[in-house]
C-alpha cells in the first residue's frame, strides 16, 4: 500500500507541480491549500507524512500554527517545512514547534525525495519486529524501542521522530561523545548544525518540563553532545 502523504501549499501551480512529481515516485498524494481543510482532513484520517508551507494565503504564519496542531493530534508523525523563507528564525521556529525537517523551495526534488525516504526508513525502523530486550535503561530514562516511548523519572515525553531518534543515539553510548556528523548520521538527517543544535534544545526543553534539575545531555563544547548517566 502506498505511503500517504499531505501537502499543504496555497499556490495552485506550485502544489500541483510537487503532487504530481510525489505520485510519479510511488506516493500518495492528498493536496490542500489551506490550514483549515488540511486540519479537518487530518482529524478524519492522518496521513503518513505531512509536507507543510508557512505562508497560506491570508495568514502568514497559517503553517506554523498547522505544524501545531498536527503535531498534537500526533506526536510522531513525520512533518517537513516547505516554504520560501529561509532565514535562520523560521528554520530554528520550525524545529521548536516539532517540525522534523525544514527546505526551502529552492531544493531539488531528488534531494527532497531524500529527505522523505530518511524519514519513512526511521518509521520503519520502529515498526521492525524487535526483541523485547531492545529497551534503553539509564539511571532515570527509559526508552523503548517497541512502543516509540521515552520516559524520565515515570513522565512519558511526546518527542517528534528525530528527537526520539537523537535520544537513542545520545543514551545507547553513556559517556560517549557524539558529534552532530553522528547525530546526524544515527537520525539519518542531512541537515546542518546549527539544525542540530536546534533539536537538540528541543529535546532538553522537554526534560526539563518534567524535570527542572535534567543535565543528563551534556554539550561538549567543540566536539558534540554527550548522555551522562
Wanted: charged share 30%; aromatic share 8%; with cysteine.
Amino acid at each position: 500500500m502506498p505511503r500517504r502523504i499531505a501537502l499543504v501549499e496555497d499556490e495552485p501551480a506550485i502544489r500541483a507541480n510537487y503532487a504530481e512529481a510525489l505520485k510519479r515516485h510511488g506516493y500518495e498524494v492528498a493536496a490542500y491549500e489551506g490550514r483549515r481543510a488540511a486540519l479537518e482532513a487530518f482529524r478524519a484520517r492522518l496521513p503518513d507524512l505531512a509536507i507543510i508551507d508557512i505562508g497560506l494565503g491570508d495568514d502568514a504564519e497559517g503553517g506554523f500554527a498547522l505544524c501545531r496542531e498536527l503535531r498534537t493530534l500526533a506526536p510522531q508523525l513525520p512533518i517537513v517545512f516547505l516554504t520560501a523563507r529561509d532565514s535562520d528564525f523560521d528554520v530554528v521556529s520550525g524545529l521548536r514547534m516539532g517540525a522534523d525537517d525544514y527546505l526551502t523551495k529552492g531544493v531539488s526534488l531528488p534531494h527532497l525525495l531524500a529527505r522523505i525516504g530518511a524519514l519513512f526508513r526511521r518509521v520503519d525502523a520502529l515498526r521492525e519486529e524487535r526483541p523485547v530486550e531492545e529497551k534503553i535503561l539509564r539511571g532515570s530514562l527509559e526508552l523503548d524501542l517497541k512502543r516509540f516511548s521515552v520516559h524520565w523519572k515515570a513522565s512519558r515525553l511526546d518527542l517528534t521522530l528525530t528527537e526520539f531518534w537523537i535520544v537513542h543515539s545520545l543514551a545507547r553510548h553513556p559517556g560517549h561523545v557524539k558529534n552532530r556528523e553522528q547525530l546526524m548520521r544515527d537520525a539519518e538527517l542531512v541537515v546542518d548544525d546549527a539544525t542540530i543544535t536546534s533539536h537538540v534544545k528541543r529535546v532538553r526543553a522537554k526534560f526539563l518540563a518534567v524535570d527542572a534539575e535534567f543535565k543528563a545531555i551534556e554539550t561538549v563544547y567543540g566536539l558534540g553532545y554527550r548522555w551522562q548517566g
